[in-house]
């Protein structure tokens, strides 16, 4: 089996997705390759940075379809696994040339139906990370699986002594953390807004990029080492893959974006059949109240936080293991090919 993903050079949640990915198939002792269309979203020296994790696999920065054909022809992949939808259209039409399986996964809800046809048509599976992104998608459910997220519990894991030093902490540390655009940045937009109103020793600060201006809270901007500001966080608001990275190492995990989900616990898994991580407009989530926030923080901090930091990360031992994520597209995998 030799696997090449195609993508896109990002600060993103889809950057991560793909280097797990790529992790986890070399741990399986997959031959694994990535190509990277060129779309100019990162300067050189940042799209560097990202290069220099994949010194373990052969990759490439392609602009047309023959370009990353002759990658593939030169590396002999038998099967592309296409991510960004930048690659879509090209990684479809080397699979035709080559009479390769192609597999998609959509990582954003997007008009998929009709913006990607061919694409989607020439696909021999489908991966959605979530019910919205699958529903987008609906008219080609009989190829489409459901594979949520999965993040490395090895790289985000807890610091287990802070969280005990801080069973009683002088200081509340709460962080919004992801990348968002849109309709997500309402959960950030009202965060912003209530910031000057929280107790003196609640410190809330803002990790990635927050998309919109913000004026009342300190921006620490994007890090491609998010951990340790993870590990100090009492408290996260994120959605999707920042929230489960978040609760991995420990902090206790709100679902915020367009709308409020609240605080997530292994109860919230135990009551929906099909828990939801994202904050998309699909789902229609609560409408986001200040005061629900400030009432579900106060809840939080006045009680067990040390049991609920823990609770966090149990929650994502048991469901955000990336090699839960990694089985499941191996198996897609074997039934392409």
């Given at each position: 089996?030799?696997?090449?993903?195609?993508?896109?050079?990002?600060?993103?949640?889809?950057?991560?997705?793909?280097?797990?990915?790529?992790?986890?198939?070399?741990?399986?002792?997959?031959?694994?390759?990535?190509?990277?269309?060129?779309?100019?979203?990162?300067?050189?020296?940042?799209?560097?940075?990202l290069l220099k994790q994949l010194t373990a696999i052969p990759y490439y920065q392609y602009d047309t379809a023959s370009e990353l054909e002759h990658f593939v022809k030169q590396h002999n992949f038998n099967l592309i696994h296409a991510h960004s939808y930048a690659t879509f259209k090209s990684a479809a039409e080397?699979?035709?040339?080559?009479?390769?399986?192609?597999?998609?996964?959509?990582?954003?809800?997007?008009?998929?139906?009709?913006?990607?046809?061919?694409?989607?048509?020439?696909?021999?599976?489908?991966?959605?990370?979530?019910?919205?992104?699958?529903?987008?998608?609906?008219?080609?459910?009989?190829?489409l699986t459901v594979i949520e997220n999965g993040i490395d519990l090895t790289r985000f894991v807890p610091n287990y002594a802070l969280i005990e030093?801080?069973?009683?902490?002088?200081?509340?540390?709460?962080?919004?953390?992801?990348?968002?655009?849109?309709?997500?940045?309402?959960?950030?937009?009202?965060?912003?807004?209530?910031?000057?109103?929280l107790p003196a020793n609640w410190q809330m600060r803002v990790l990635?990029?927050?998309?919109?201006?913000?004026?009342n809270i300190p921006v620490l901007g994007w890090t491609h080492n998010p951990v340790p500001y993870l590990q100090q966080s009492h408290i996260t608001f994120a959605h999707s893959r920042a929230l489960r990275e978040a609760m991995a190492c420990g902090s206790v995990g709100i679902l915020i974006g367009d709308g409020y989900g609240g605080v997530i616990t292994a109860d919230y898994f135990q009551q929906n059949q099909y828990p939801v991580m994202d904050a998309f407009p699909q789902y229609r989530?609560?409408?986001?109240?200040?005061?629900?926030?400030?009432?579900d923080l106060c809840s939080i901090i006045s009680g067990d936080l040390v049991r609920m930091r823990h609770e966090a990360r149990a929650v994502a031992e048991q469901y955000f293991d990336l090699n839960l994520m990694g089985e499941r597209i191996l198996k897609v995998y074997k039934e392409v090919i």
């Open positions: 089996m030799r696997i090449l993903l195609t993508s896109i050079l990002c600060h993103s949640g889809l950057m991560t997705h793909v280097l797990d990915l790529i992790n986890y198939l070399i741990q399986q002792e997959i031959y694994v390759g990535a190509a990277f269309k060129n779309i100019g979203y990162l300067t050189a020296t940042e799209e560097k940075k080397v699979v035709m040339n080559l009479d390769l399986p192609l597999v998609v996964t959509l990582h954003s809800v997007y008009a998929w139906n009709y913006r990607f046809r061919w694409p989607l048509k020439t696909a021999r599976k489908i991966i959605a990370v979530g019910m919205a992104q699958a529903y987008a998608a609906n008219r080609y459910w009989q190829k030093k801080d069973a009683t902490p002088d200081q509340i540390n709460l962080l919004w953390y992801g990348r968002v655009d849109g309709s997500l940045a309402q959960g950030i937009r009202v965060l912003d807004e209530i910031a000057p109103h990635g990029n927050p998309g919109i201006p913000i004026r989530l609560p409408r986001i109240k200040p005061q629900k926030i400030i009432d």
